[in-house]
């Protein structure tokens, strides 16, 4: 059982204003702090290098693209011979197959897109502008000289940074690499994440519930929130409020890991061990955090892992990982900028606030015809309802100052950005 003493030092939900909270700012950048980036470089085929976070700053090779080619079908001419009536056709261009001549005064060629401009020749007139007879063509009026054509290096040229080191490779980096030729490239090793449930209340999937006892969900959203960061974790179950139990897998844990992640318990030492197993094995800071939901989360180091022991409740896991977890995770994987986008967005309901904490609803944003965004919080807030993340795309951010807002007012938004 825990002490009295212990109690009273530990966070409280129905606290209104105190003064010891630590503000989510303040966390953040502790929290920043901790994180040393990885520097082990695995070097992998381009494909596999698709959520991975490049090393080093990638030179392209070569001029992207290598050889001035046309933008259209359509005839490549000179330009000094754009008021000629007309012009006699001498052969064709293919994308892959070029010209293999001199285009001469008064003369032109039949072009595709992507072929390479024929000598001579500097200015593309699309075909729809042609009219074509036999051998000869003549064009519209209005053409301009070095129309329709891909200057060679205009996209890259040899020796330029074509990607910074520290980027998250998407699908349009992972075609930029293979655009320059490139089969293999050196990317971050992926953080290593251990993660755990804590509650002697906790059944799995398949076992029947007696009263009181839920099944852990927790687990379930931290496997979908690390399998989308981009994060190689292994899953250490459930582990029931027994001090010896939870020495054991707090050691394990941070043995085989860059990040120890549990849930409940350890953070809110509702049990006295928790508090005193994490003291004995490693150095751990429990904060009362200004926000909602969210507030009580524990944070250190065990052994060289840093460890993050998050609230039970199921949505507060969700909020803390986005907001502290995910930016460690990002920062930890080699990522240089880290911070997710906000948006304004007008609120279609009411949303109460008392201020001293940062408040993260969630809410559903829309957008409409005339260009504005309108965001339209989930109704019940309560941290154990996963169904309003369910429901949610974003979350409706009021700063700790805030005293709520009124209808039609503009409130910070963070899109959820498919991770969540
Ligand atoms: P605690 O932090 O241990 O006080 O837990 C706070 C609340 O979260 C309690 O209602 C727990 O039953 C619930 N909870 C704790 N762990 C989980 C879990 N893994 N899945 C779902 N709910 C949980
Ligand atoms: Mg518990």
Not at 172 to 181: D, R
Not at 191 to 218: C, K, M, Q, W
Not at 286 to 311: E, T, Y
Not at 392 to 404: P, T
Request: overall charge negative; proline content about 5%; charged content about 20%.
């Amino acid at each position: 059982m825990p002490s009295q003493n212990k109690i009273q030092i530990q966070p409280s939900c129905d606290d209104v204003y105190d003064p010891a909270l630590m503000s989510v700012k303040a966390a953040g950048e502790r929290i920043t702090s901790m994180v040393v980036p990885l520097s082990d470089i695995e070097r992998v085929p381009v494909r596999e290098a698709l959520g991975r976070v490049l090393a080093a700053d990638l030179k392209s090779p070569v001029n992207v693209p290598n050889h001035t080619n046309s933008a259209m079908d359509g005839y490549a001419v000179r330009a000094n011979d754009l008021q000629q009536p007309v012009l006699s056709v001498i052969g064709t261009a293919w994308a892959g197959c070029a010209f293999n001549g001199t285009v001469e005064k008064g003369q032109c060629v039949r072009i595709m897109t992507g072929a390479v401009m024929p000598e001579g020749s500097d200015t593309v007139i699309v075909q729809e502008q042609v009219e074509r007879n036999g051998n000869t063509i003549r064009f519209t009026t209005g053409q301009k000289p070095e129309q329709h054509i891909r200057h060679s290096g205009e996209d890259l040229t040899a020796g330029s940074i074509a990607l910074t080191g520290g980027e998250r490779l998407f699908p349009a980096e992972i075609g930029l690499v293979a655009s320059l030729g490139i089969g293999e490239l050196g990317v971050v090793r992926q953080p290593r994440v251990a993660f755990f449930s804590t509650g002697d209340e906790l059944r799995s999937i398949g076992e029947p519930l007696a009263l009181g006892e839920i099944y852990d969900s927790n687990r379930y959203t931290l496997h979908g929130m690390l399998t989308r960061a981009g994060t190689n974790f292994i899953d250490l179950g459930v582990v029931p409020d027994d001090r010896n139990q939870l020495r054991e897998t707090f050691v394990r844990a941070a043995s085989m890991a860059d990040v120890v992640i549990a849930s409940a318990g350890a953070s809110v030492g509702d049990a006295d061990y928790v508090y005193e197993v994490l003291n004995e094995i490693g150095q751990v800071n429990f904060w009362k955090i200004a926000m909602k939901p969210g507030r009580p989360l524990s944070v250190g180091k065990i052994a060289g892992a840093i460890f993050f022991g998050l609230p039970g409740n199921p949505v507060s896991v969700m909020v803390t990982f986005y907001q502290f977890v995910l930016p460690a995770l990002r920062r930890l994987a080699g990522e240089k900028s880290a911070s997710p986008m906000r948006v304004f967005a007008r609120t279609t309901k009411h949303l109460k606030k008392k201020p001293g904490r940062t408040e993260f609803l969630r809410g559903v944003l829309s957008h409409h015809e005339d260009g504005e965004l309108t965001v339209t919080s989930t109704g019940d807030q309560g941290s154990g309802i996963l169904s309003s993340m369910s429901r949610a795309n974003c979350f409706i951010i009021l700063e700790a100052e805030s005293q709520g807002a009124a209808v039609g007012d503009v409130v910070t938004v963070e899109p959820f950005s498919g991770l969540i």
